[in-house]
């Protein structure tokens, strides 16, 4: 979903105006999102199942983030997976509900419908690997003053490459490596 996509519901469903969204206001807007998504695929009759997906999102997200509002690129990252989420349960449905007609049909047909348990734990990784930045202060290591690498400029000179090479080697000696 395009950035300013997500920034308009950011706007729409921001009912206290400060750009972020707080727990109540995250779940209404996932849902609104995944209704007008129920609605246009399925009619109304799938719409119910937009507030319980949107419920467990929410509540993924406030256990990880500690109760902290949601910014634009969390609620990003949110819309995406709460998408993913719910176009796998529609399809896993539609497998479920024809099941046995699909078993009447031939086996190439059949393949394609099975569900992929590797495709599915690649995705469930790759959205814990989205989620997975310290969401709160406490959960961000800070580096004390005596950790942190100082340089003395006038000691280097104005070389731009002692410059380079002095801090290189205070990064590596603070623990930041180069690639």
Known sequence: MPLE????????????????????ELFVCLEAVLRIRAEGQCGASK???????????????????????AGAGALQRMLHSVESRYASLSSSEAVHSHGSKRKLEDSENEAEA???????EQT??????????????????????SEVPTLDLSAIGTSPEA?????????VDGGFFFI
């Not at 099975?114 to 599915?120: G, R």
């Not at 410059?163 to 990064?171: D, E, K, P, Q, T």
């Open 47 to 69: 719409a119910g199942e937009s507030r319980s997906v949107a419920a467990a999102m929410t509540e993924e997200w406030a256990l990880r983030s500690d109760g902290l509002a």
């Open 124 to 145: 469930l990784q790759a959205e814990a690997v989205a989620w997975s930045a310290p969401s709160s202060r406490a959960s961000i290591p800070m580096a004390t003053d």
């Open 163 to 171: 410059v380079a090479a002095a801090l290189r080697s205070a990064c």
């Open 5 to 24: 996509a997500v920034e308009k519901y950011l706007a729409d469903y921001d009912a206290d105006g400060d750009g972020l969204l707080c727990q109540s």
């Open 114 to 120: 099975v569900f992929d348990a590797e495709a599915k």
